[in-house]
């Protein structure tokens, strides 16, 4: 089989050479055709050869591989990861023609509320996992730190990803260090609270090891797919903050984020600041990379043959 994906480098990029390693029989390939003018063109050249395009960009990708892959009448197929949805929302009402498209193409995404958020659009999507964590490393039985707090909180849409419920919390919760990643706190021109840490973007191993350090992750978005960083830090025994719930894969009351902040802080009290070892036990199960993989490839492989 010949696939080739786009999507961003740290999702997309770590999944394409997973399936390499562990499937070299059949040709993989990665292009960042939303951030490369280089792969853009390479894109291009490899489309024609391709069994399968899977679309990892949503409709974020203004590169015209859609269009390339419309002329070429290529099995293409899409992944929704969260905020690319409401996109879609917003372009539907504009152009009619392009979800005409889309209904060619097929979906999928790991999030159940997204796949019925997609079907409310007319758009048929079936569950793919892709998102894994290895859990072999070994770890200390209780928190390097139990007070630290990890929030995501990329530029530009800092309160789409909760720096308010951040600054709440940072005074509810002051003795508690709150560290801000993919974010160098420039919005705030200087004027910052003491126990907020902004550590920019950091390289996957960076950002593990705050984890790896940390208690707790704080997420909390009034939209959202199913989260690699909830994952990651389950892996690593953390309390998770989320507005959903990962098990009962629902989404949680909005306003009700200090009271989870709040239980999250108990829960580590009474574990005498032990990991939530339930939580790695969960990522073992859930979010096994061999498991995972061996579906993804079957899913790909039906993809293609079923054309």
């Not at 609270?193 to 550590?199: L, S």
Request: charged share 25%; proline share 3%; net charge neutral.
């Amino acid at each position: 089989m010949r696939v080739i994906f786009n999507g961003l480098p740290y999702f997309t990029g770590d999944l394409v050479d997973s399936l390499k390693i562990k499937f070299p029989h059949d040709d993989w390939r990665f292009f960042d055709t939303y951030g490369s003018f280089v792969d853009k063109v390479k894109f291009s050249c490899f489309l024609p050869f391709a069994d399968l395009f899977f679309s990892f960009n949503g409709i974020y990708d203004q590169s015209g591989t859609y269009d390339f892959a419309k002329v070429l009448k290529k099995n293409t197929a899409v992944f929704w990861h969260g905020s690319d949805v409401l996109e879609l929302q917003k372009k539907v009402e504009k152009d009619t023609s392009f979800i005409n498209y889309l209904k060619k193409c097929s979906h999928f995404s790991d999030a159940p509320w997204l796949i019925e958020e997609l079907n409310g659009l007319g758009i048929s999507a079936g569950r793919l996992l892709f998102k894994y964590f290895d859990c072999s490393e070994q770890i200390g039985e209780h928190y390097d730190n139990p007070s630290r707090v990890v929030i995501y909180l990329p530029e530009g849409k800092e309160d789409f990803y909760g720096w308010q419920q951040v600054l709440e919390l940072s005074q509810l919760y002051s003795s508690f260090e709150y560290h801000i990643v993919a974010n160098t706190g420039e919005f705030l021109n200087g004027s910052t609270r003491p126990n907020i840490y902004f550590h920019g973007k950091l390289h996957k191993k960076a950002y593990l090891d705050l984890l790896k350090q940390s208690s707790i992750l704080f997420r909390w978005v009034p939209h959202d797919g199913y989260s690699l960083s909830v994952i990651e830090a389950m892996g690593y025994g953390l309390e998770i903050v989320w507005s959903y719930d990962i098990r009962e894969e629902k989404k949680l009351p909005f306003e009700q984020h200090k009271e989870y902040f709040r239980q999250a802080i108990e829960r580590i009290s009474k574990r005498n600041l032990k990991r939530n070892f339930d939580n790695i036990h969960w990522v073992k199960i859930n979010a096994d990379k061999e498991s995972i993989l061996n579906r993804f490839y079957e899913t790909i492989s039906n993809l293609i043959h079923e054309k």
